[in-house]
C-alpha cells in the first residue's frame, strides 16, 4: 500500500523552509513545535531521505537538495489544492463573494486600487479583497505558490504559462521641466537631450523595460545611471531641473504632477503605451470572478 504524503506535512516543511526556524514555523502553523517536527520527520520518512541537514541547533538550518526539491513541488501541490477548495466554494453561490487576494505593482496600485476597492465595494458587497504591492517578479511568484490569487500588471512580461487578459492601456508621457525644455528645440528629439538627462525607475520595476521599449528610447549614454525607487521620486528629480522622464498618464490623472513647474508632452516617435492586464494561475476555478474583475478595472481605466 502506498503513503501518501499530507498537505499538512508540506505545509509545515515549506513554512520550515520560509523561516529556517522550528518555533517561528511551528507559530505561524498554529501548532506546537513537537507537531511540526513529528509531521516533517513522517514526511521524512515517506519521502525516505532527509529534507534538511541535522546540525547542532545554533547553525543555521540548510536544506539538502530533495529538501529543496520537495518544497517547490508541495509549493505547487498546495497552490492546486487551494484551486480546489475554491470550486468547492464556488458550487455554494455568486463568484463574486468571499475572499480575493489580488497582487498590483507599485506604478499602478497607487492609482486604481483605490477607486477599484470603492466600485468592488458598491457593486460587490460580499467580495473582501486583500491587497499586496509588491515587484512583478515577487507577485507572479506568489501566485505559483497559492499566496495570491490574481495579479494586475503592466505587460508583456514572461508569465510563464499563466492565464492573462489585456483591460486597457496606459499612455507614457514625457515629462520635463520648463528651464529644459527652453534649452531644447520643439519638437523633441532623443539626439538633443544631454547625455545622462533621462531618469528611470529601478530595474525591478517592470516601468522601466516598458517605457523604454515603448518610448524607442535606444540610445543608452542618454540614461542616467542613477536609479530611482519610486515614481515620486522620479518626479522629484525633473522638478529640479536635472532631466527628463516617462510616467504613465494614469498616475498623471490621479495627481502625480500636481503643483509640479513641469511640462508634459508626448515622447518622439509612435505612440508609446503599456498594456494593462489581469493574471491568474490556468488551474484556478475562479475564471468567471477574474473576468468580472477584468470589467471593473477596465471601466476604471
Same mark, same amino acid.
Given at each position: ?20 526556524? *522550528? ?17 516533517? $520527520? ?14 547542532? #541547533?545554533?547553525?543555521?538550518?540548510? *536544506?539538502? $537538495? ?6 517547490? $513541488? ?9 484551486? !480546489? ?6 458550487? #455554494? ?19 486604481? !486600487? ?9 457593486? *460587490?458587497? $460580499? ?13 507572479? =511568484? ?35 521641466? &520648463? ?6 528645440? =520643439? ?29 524607442? @528610447? =535606444? ?6 545611471? *542613477?536609479?530611482?525607487?519610486?515614481? &515620486? ?10 532631466? =527628463? ?8 490623472? &490621479? ?15 509612435? #505612440? ?20 468580472? @474583475? ?8
Amino acid at each position: 500500500m502506498i503513503k501518501w504524503p499530507s498537505l499538512k506535512q508540506l505545509h509545515y516543511l515549506i513554512t520550515l523552509h520560509e523561516t529556517r526556524h *522550528f518555533s517561528d514555523a511551528a507559530q505561524r502553523c498554529f501548532v506546537s513545535q513537537s507537531t511540526l517536527s513529528k509531521g516533517i $520527520q513522517n514526511l521524512e520518512e515517506i519521502i525516505g531521505c532527509p529534507l534538511y541537514e541535522k546540525k547542532d #541547533k545554533k547553525s543555521p538550518l540548510v *536544506f539538502t $537538495q530533495a529538501g529543496e526539491l520537495i518544497v517547490q $513541488q508541495g509549493r505547487e501541490l498546495l497552490a492546486k489544492a487551494q484551486d !480546489l477548495v475554491e470550486l468547492g466554494n464556488m458550487c #455554494k453561490g455568486d463568484s463574486m463573494q468571499g475572499q480575493l487576494r489580488l497582487g498590483c505593482i507599485p506604478t499602478i496600485a497607487p492609482f486604481l !486600487l483605490g477607486d477599484l476597492v470603492q466600485q468592488v465595494n458598491h457593486l *460587490f458587497p $460580499q467580495l473582501n479583497l486583500l491587497l499586496k504591492e509588491d515587484t512583478t517578479t515577487n507577485l507572479l =511568484t506568489a501566485l505559483r505558490h497559492g499566496e495570491l490569487d490574481v495579479l494586475i500588471l503592466a505587460l508583456p512580461v514572461d508569465i510563464s504559462g499563466m492565464e492573462s487578459r489585456i483591460v486597457g492601456q496606459d499612455p507614457f508621457r514625457m515629462v520635463i521641466s &520648463h528651464d529644459q525644455a527652453k534649452r531644447i528645440s =520643439t519638437p523633441i528629439k532623443y539626439d538633443d537631450l544631454p547625455d545622462e538627462s533621462v531618469f528611470l525607475l529601478e530595474k525591478e520595476h517592470c516601468l522601466t523595460e516598458h517605457a523604454v521599449s515603448a518610448c524607442q @528610447l =535606444t540610445e543608452k549614454q542618454k540614461i542616467n545611471p *542613477f536609479s530611482a525607487t519610486s515614481l &515620486h521620486t522620479l518626479v522629484q528629480m525633473v522638478a529640479n531641473g536635472l532631466g =527628463t522622464t516617462f510616467i504613465p498618464q494614469m498616475a498623471i490623472k &490621479h495627481g502625480l504632477l500636481d503643483n509640479q513647474n513641469l511640462l508634459i508632452i508626448d515622447p518622439p516617435g509612435q #505612440k508609446a503605451y503599456r498594456d494593462i492586464g489581469l493574471v491568474w494561475r490556468p488551474s484556478s476555478s475562479r475564471a468567471d470572478t477574474f473576468s468580472r @474583475l477584468a470589467d471593473i478595472v477596465s471601466e476604471l481605466l
